[in-house]
Every structure is written in C-alpha cells, then in structure tokens.
C-alpha cells in the first residue's frame, strides 16, 4: 500500500520502510527453575503420575515448546540406533521440524504416557493418534498443562513456575553440563544462535561462583613454603645491626600472611606496607656502613 502512494507521484528518495524503524525486540534472561525446587517438582509430578504431569516430566526431558509437546502423536518416538532414541518434534513456533535425542528416562515416559493417554479414535483422513488424548479423542490443551503445573507447585509448595521455565531449565542444565552452543541450538530449535547466547549469561554466573570456590580451595590444599624465621637470639643484638634483623623477621611475618590472603585489594596494600619496610632496611643498612 505505502509503494503504492510512492508511485501515485510523491517523491520518496528511500524505501518507505527502514530496518530502524522497527523497535528493537525486548530480550528477556531465561528464568530456570533453581536445582532444589527442580528435585520438589520433579518428585511431586512423579508422586501424581497422571497424564498431565507425565507430559510435563516430558516437557522437562526434552525441552520442547509446550506447543511441540502438545502435537506429538503416538509414533514420534524413533529407533535411531542400537538402544538409542529420538524425538520427531512436530512443526512448532518456527515452522521447522528436528530431532530431539532421548534417553531411557524420556523413553520411559513416553511409554507412561500411551498407556495413560485415552484409545486412539479412527481418523478417517489416516492422520497419526495424539500422544496427549483425552476420553472421546480431546486433545490436551495448553490451559490444562499450565493449571497442572500450578497446582504441583501448590503442593510443593513454592513460588509459582511458567510452564515455559522447564524449557529453561533444561537449556540450563545442558550448557552446564558442557554442551556446545551449536548442539543447544539444534535441541532447542532456535533459528539464531544468538538466542541460544542468552543462556550463557545464566550460567556465567555459576562460572564466578566456580572459579572462587576454586581459587579458595586451592589456598587451603596447596602449602606454601616457609621461610626459616630468624632466632630469638637474633633479635637480642642491640644497635642498628639489631634493628635490621628485626625489620627482616617482621618482613617475613608479613610476606608470609600475605601469600595466604585472598582479597586482592587487601594483598595490594600489605604489599605497600612491605615495600616501604623494604626501604626502610636500606636505608639502616647505609647508615651502618656510614658509622663504620
């Protein structure tokens, strides 16, 4: 319709439409279920062991889109190997097929779920039985998945999840685990991989707390040589000579505690303090050589 205008006579030296016209979208961090509320859930939809909360240990599984979850039928599990299995994973939100890997987890809640799920109805146009079918061939609705989830964490009880967090969750726990970023993708089914990116701003988290956990354990296992400390017999000679052994032994006391410190700002100032005892020591050391 604009073009259209443009050629009615108006003059328009560029297209009507530029990409920065469009506002930038609004890209939210994923919110994954934290590891303790995810044991709760996981036990409790376990405990229930409906067709509903099989459904959600499946979303959780694998990490579909509750829509994907809700289009399976009773053939997308695939045999892809000698006791290996996948997930045909309907067209979903991006219009693009994929296949999920399983394990024997995931196989067997598949498994749980034809049997909970209602007789498949004779179809007519040969279309494939739902996994998630209700009595008198009902689908599963997004409405019922979501009040399920609600009342788990009722149980639990805890703040309550987005039925899209398990999907998180899982995404989550994968990179964790040392998956690479081009296989996430590929099991999440992004389009971008800079969609993919955003969860390794979740777990660069994890990776601080990591590293300085890391950093402080290694302080307490490994040992640090001790350098011998000057005898009290040392200390008791009187004079300049005196004084430049007890600023040594004093120096040692200090090096030593400093190697062991761990704040870095409180090691940069010890660190000070030592470098002028150091020119200190010098300058008794000319002094004594001045005198002789």
């Known amino acids: 319709m604009l073009h259209e205008i443009a050629d009615s006579g108006y003059v328009v030296e560029e297209p009507l439409i530029l990409p920065q016209d469009f506002p930038p979208r609004d890209l939210y961090l994923p919110k994954p279920i934290s590891p303790e509320i995810d044991r709760l859930l996981d036990r409790e939809l376990r405990k229930t062991d409906d067709l509903l909360s099989n459904a959600l240990l499946l979303l959780r599984a694998t990490g579909m889109r509750v829509g994907e979850c809700l289009r399976l039928d009773r053939d997308s599990i695939k045999q892809v190997g000698d006791q290996h299995w996948a997930l045909q994973v309907p067209l979903g939100k991006l219009h693009n097929e994929r296949w999920v890997p399983i394990d024997s987890h995931a196989h067997n809640l598949f498994d749980r779920l034809l049997l909970l799920s209602a007789p498949a109805v004779p179809d007519r146009s040969g279309a494939a ?119 040594d032994a004093i120096k040692h006391q200090l090096e030593m505690y400093r190697r062991q410190l761990t704040d870095e700002k409180a090691s940069h100032n010890l660190n000070c303090l030592l470098r002028r005892l150091g020119r200190l020591r010098i300058a008794f050391a000319r002094f004594q050589k001045i005198k002789k």
Not at 174 to 183: F, K, T
Not at 206 to 225: C, K, N
């Open 129 to 247: 039985a739902p996994l998630l079918a209700l009595p008198k061939g009902r689908r599963v609705r997004y409405e019922q998945i979501r009040q399920a989830l609600l009342e788990a964490t009722r149980r639990i009880p805890c703040q309550p999840i987005r039925v899209h967090q398990l999907r998180h969750t899982y995404a989550t726990e994968m990179l964790r685990a040392g998956i690479s970023l081009p296989i996430l993708k590929d099991l999440l089914g992004h389009k971008d991989i800079r969609m993919t990116m955003i969860y390794v701003q979740v777990t660069q988290n994890d990776l601080q707390r990591e590293y300085h956990q890391a950093r402080q354990r290694m302080v307490a296992v490994h040992s640090l040589p001790q350098l011998p400390t000057p005898q009290c017999r040392d200390l008791s000679v009187e004079g300049i000579l005196g004084a430049c052994r007890i600023l």
